[in-house]
């Protein structure tokens, strides 16, 4: 979930976020919410691990999600944050250590399109 608050008094502006039907693998002293959002003023890009990249505008609206990034296993969890680079939101996928791929993905922040992706071998 993303919670957006007003700086002025910390009045709850709006939430949204997914759910995931599948537990997520995490260490005992490690919670799920280790990833921070990104904004560059118009928008908030996050990442819910397993569960996708969604964007949201600044009203808390979904403007595009990436629920094809397959499902992340590591005993500590996943707290991979996506970086914003001009028009690129970038994400490590992953990680995964016995299943699935590992892969730097950047797409259009605008719209989530798939710019390029490099696969890590592990």
């Not at 008094?9 to 959002?37: A, I, R």
């Amino acid at each position: 979930m993303v919670i957006c608050f007003a700086r002025k008094d910390g009045k709850k502006l709006w939430e949204s976020g997914t759910t995931y039907g599948q537990p997520e693998e995490s260490h005992e002293t490690k919670p799920q919410c280790s990833s921070s959002p990104v904004t560059d003023g118009q928008r908030v890009v996050v990442s819910f691990a397993s569960a996708g990249m969604y964007c949201f505008d600044f009203d808390g609206k979904e403007l595009w999600k990436r629920t094809d990034l397959g499902k992340w296993e590591h005993p500590f969890g996943s707290g991979s944050s996506p970086v914003l680079y001009g028009d690129l939101a970038i994400l490590w996928c992953g990680p995964n250590e016995t299943k699935g791929r590992n892969f730097l993905l950047a797409v259009n922040k605008t719209n989530g399109e798939t710019v390029w992706e490099h696969n890590e071998k592990v």
